[in-house]
């Protein structure tokens, strides 16, 4: 069974262009969550998703970002105009279902890097 | 969720065993205390959860108070690899987000 996979694991992007990054659960798992940990700092959360639903973007920056979650294929992040602010390595994790005892696998991260 | 307090960093011998401390004395009666740990950048781990039950599993035990106001990690042969920063989080029983606070820096020497 494979892990949560993200892609790509490094993305560079000069200012005012977009970023794409994309998350695939681990087999069997409905439910996706993004973190972001911005240099030197602590993983702070930014959206929770379930298929086709957004159940928390209590983190999401209130502009530029969106995230995604269809009923096929990959959770998207999409950051629109980045900035240098936004260079931050981006987590994903999955949950079977949201109940008690159930802990988040995550994936590798994509470094975003803003020039 | 309730708030969690752990010491910054904290040094262990290789094979000797590491004790985390975290306090968690907001805590409610239907949130789990869960450890997570992050090895150099990589993805978050998921290492042992518990309610109020002390826990065992492949890679360590948890031990959590009678009034589950604390709690305390436990590996009981610390390796060279279990350097990471070590997370304790509070979850309530709905699951969702995890809230990182900053976590104790455990180095194991050699």
């Known amino acids: 069974n494979a892990g949560v996979m993200q892609n790509p694991r490094h993305l560079v992007r000069r200012r005012g262009q977009e970023a794409r990054l994309r998350c695939s659960p681990m087999k069997g798992h409905s439910h996706v969550y993004w973190y972001r940990q911005l240099p030197e700092e602590g993983l702070k959360f930014m959206v929770y998703?379930?298929?086709?639903?957004?159940?928390?973007e209590s983190g999401m920056p209130k502009e530029r970002f969106s995230a995604e979650f269809p009923k096929e294929g990959p959770s998207i992040l999409r950051i629109q105009q980045v900035v240098r602010g936004d260079s931050a390595a981006y987590f994903c994790?999955?949950?079977?279902?949201?109940?008690?005892?159930?802990?988040?696998?995550f994936g590798p991260g994509t470094r975003l890097t803003v020039l | 969720d309730a708030k969690t307090t752990q010491p910054t960093s904290m040094d262990c011998a290789e094979g000797r065993a590491a004790n985390l401390p975290c306090n968690h004395s907001?805590?409610?009666?239907?949130?789990?205390v869960y450890w997570y740990r992050q090895i150099h950048s990589q993805g978050p781990q998921y290492i042992i959860h518990g309610l109020k039950n002390n826990e065992t599993n492949e890679m360590a035990s948890l031990i959590i108070t009678e009034d589950r106001k604390s709690s305390t990690l436990i590996l009981p042969h610390a390796t060279l690899r279990d350097t990471a920063v070590y997370y304790c989080i509070v979850v309530n029983n709905q699951g969702g987000k995890l809230i990182f606070g900053q976590g104790t820096e455990l180095s194991v020497k050699p």
């Open positions: 994790a999955s949950s079977p279902t949201r109940g008690k005892g159930d802990e988040q696998f």
């Open positions: 998703l379930q298929k086709e639903n957004i159940i928390d």
């Open positions: 907001t805590i409610s009666g239907n949130e789990y």
